[in-house]
């Protein structure tokens, strides 16, 4: 399973149609843990839902298995490649509905057993499977919507702060295994994160985003330890100064 993608962009749509991001060059070749990190509003989303083909970019392209986006149909790109919501959407009806709906989807037997193992792995095994998926809380909503996606078993995850409204137990279990996962079946995990130190632990190689590009592509120890842009220098020092002023407030 190999990824390119090349040359790609994004226009803001105002009136002054300026680039969100452009030039985006990158590539996977073997499966790994990238962590997509930069500040709020630098695209980071929309390269992940590019990837995930919930939307056009406005240059270049991205080839999954040596072939070009639009040479795939989309639904067999989005079974290789799934993307779980920063802003977890629930589909109409049951836990349980929402649960069936990737196998109906993609019209494959319905796993009961590892839908039960991944709820249980999340904390979500006390959860009445018949209660309507809009009552869960935000936390137990953004569980769900992982166990969905992982229900596809893809090659690819794009996980978009999956881990961002939960607790810390929850927080740390969809960690454990999201990278047992990536360990046990070379699950390519893209990852953006606005956690330094799980980006740090989880990720093999970083990708940050700033001035409208990809502006490193580094492996994951080297980023942090020597950045070579300004701009992630800054950014890691700011997020080492709120990494201690929380460790004060506690
Ligand atoms: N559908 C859209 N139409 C117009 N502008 C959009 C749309 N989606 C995102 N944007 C704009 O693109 C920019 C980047 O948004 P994006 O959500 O990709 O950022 P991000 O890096 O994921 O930020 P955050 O860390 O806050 O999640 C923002 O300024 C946003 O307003
Ligand atoms: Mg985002």
Known sequence: MTIQIEALGKQIHSSTSTWLFRDVNASI?????????GKSGQGKSTLLRILGRLLQPDAGTVFL??????????RAWRMKISYVAQQAVMLPGS?????????????????MKL???????????????????????????????????????PSVLLLDEVTASLDTKSKQAAERLLVDLHHQTGTTLIW?????EEARVACKRIWFMANHQLAEDTECEAFFHSPQS??????????NVHAALSEVQR
């Open 29 to 37: 070749m073997e499966p790994t843990i990238i962590g997509i990190l």
């Open 65 to 74: 298995e040596k072939k070009e986006m639009s040479l795939w149909d989309p």
């Open 95 to 111: 836990v349980e509905d929402n649960l069936r709906t990737v196998s109906t989807l993609h019209q494959r037997p319905f796993d």
């Open 115 to 153: 839908a039960s193992d991944l709820m249980e792995q999340l904390y979500m095994e006390e959860i009445d499977w018949s209660k309507p998926a809009t009552q869960l809380s935000g936390g137990e909503k953004q569980r769900l919507a992982l166990v969905r996606s992982l229900m596809l078993q």
């Open 192 to 196: 953006v994160t606005h956690d330094l």
């Open 230 to 239: 300004v701009e992630a220098r800054e950014f890691l020092q700011d997020g």
